[in-house]
């Protein structure tokens, strides 16, 4: 008999640890570490499928030359969602694993039922899908599919298999005798091999059914899109192991309470990660769509603390507002809170803003956001996020036809961005006629285009283009709307 022996392991990480600790050392989570009772030759019997996978796809025992490697034609399939096959690359690729985390209710079943009947639809005929859903009835799935269905233009469930089952082995057995185009898994967490000694979404459960889903793929010629769950800190669940297993990972973000969803890519072995597929939630699912800029307005109202960027997503260039609100607080105590923004950069805006700037801010609660809920990662996004805490904490408000990119430094300097000729005719084409730039890209920029050094000349820029002063303080007749000329 295979020897047993106890070892500790973090159900969130995956990490193994000899002893138990009241928090992983590894991904610093608390209270995740349960022991675990493992026979000792099972990751033997994983790590053979594995390289039964790997000898039979495409590995060797020998060296060979990359020029000698022909490379395989490597078929996309479709899903029909525009969105999705652009974050996807161009589509799933045959035999490849894609994996999908986001929370609860944010959409990952809509969307996959959507990718279903789109890639029945886009495809050859004959072309058809398993959904295997181990969280809810056929008949919910039924519901779904009715519901998302009226979305396409010449809408039928057709080709569109449904499995409800957590048996991987019963799944793979429909698998082999429908020989779907593409496999649906939602959710890995709670699948279950019979032969592996641990409950349904464990590590070593999750990491075993995906190693076979992987092997499948393979094997099958089929791509297998697997939907994850995620940790309280937006982590997809399970073991990191997973994510490299994997050919792709996406993530669906946003906010269950805004419309706005996006679908990033976090790792894709057959396209950038860079793109980001924007969808708003409907009456029938999902709705692509094709700019985030239908949540501005130009001819609002101008108001202190808020101005637009114009963000780049991979090809893609997004107008999104950045809104601060600045309100006393109390010294030592001052909360920063951010939503849709890098959480950890704002300490440091804020530092440099105190320091070059010259701006108390030490006794003010500070909260910034992005409109719509949509997430904003690249550092170009700095001196809005600058602008819009000068603008909010000096009560003036900015013309609503300026917009505002640039990164900033620790020196409080104003450093280029990527693109910048892409990002001016994407503003003006929505009407942003003047735009704030790092002074290294004015020219670039062209007419209309303001450069700036360093945040030190901030509070003048606000003072001199500010419209409105929304506190009580008057402005002075010097500080009176100056922004004529540059307009
Ligand atoms: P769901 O796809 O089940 O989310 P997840 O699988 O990520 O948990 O559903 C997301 C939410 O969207 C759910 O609360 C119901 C809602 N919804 C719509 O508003 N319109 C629709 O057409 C559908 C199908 C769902
Ligand atoms: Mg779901």
Known sequence: MAKQKATFCCTECGAMTPTWMGKCSHCGVWDSIVEKIEIAKEPHCASAAFAQTVDEFGGSAEAIELLAIEAPNVGRLQTGIGELDRVLGGGLVVGSVVLI?????????TLMMQAAIGAVQANDEGTNVLYATSEESAFQCKLRGERVVESFKDGSLEGVYVLSDTDLERITAQ???????????DSIQMVYRKDVDSTPGSVSQIKRCCLELVYLARKLDMAVMIVG????EGQLAGPRVLEHLVDVVLNFEGDRHYAL????????????????GLFEMGQKGLVEVNDAAAYLDPEAPPRAGAIVCPALHGSRCLLIEVQALVAQGTIGQARRRSNGLDGARLPMLIAALERHAGIEL????????????????EPGVDLAVCVA????SMGLALPSNIC???EVGLGGEIRSVPQIEQRVVQARRRGYKKMLVPITQQKLGGSGCAGMASIAELEGFIKKNAIIRTSQKQLSDGEKRRFVEWL
């Not at 698998?175 to 898994?185: A, G, Y």
């Not at 969803?261 to 793109?275: I, M, S």
């Not at 992005?370 to 997430?375: C, E, I, Q, S």
């Not at 805490?389 to 909010?392: P, Q, Y």
């Open 175 to 185: 698998v082999v005798k429908i020989r779907p185009k593409l496999l649906i898994i």
């Open 404 to 406: 505002v990119i640039g």
């Open 389 to 392: 805490l000068m603008s909010g």
């Open 101 to 109: 985390g986001g929370d609860p209710g944010i959409g990952k079943s």
């Open 229 to 232: 769950h995620v940790t309280k």
């Open 362 to 377: 030490n006794d003010q609660d500070i909260y910034t956001s992005t409109v719509g809920g949509l997430k904003l990662i």
């Open 261 to 276: 969803r996006g679908l990033r890519g976090a790792k894709n072995r057959f396209g950038t990660t860079l793109e980001i």
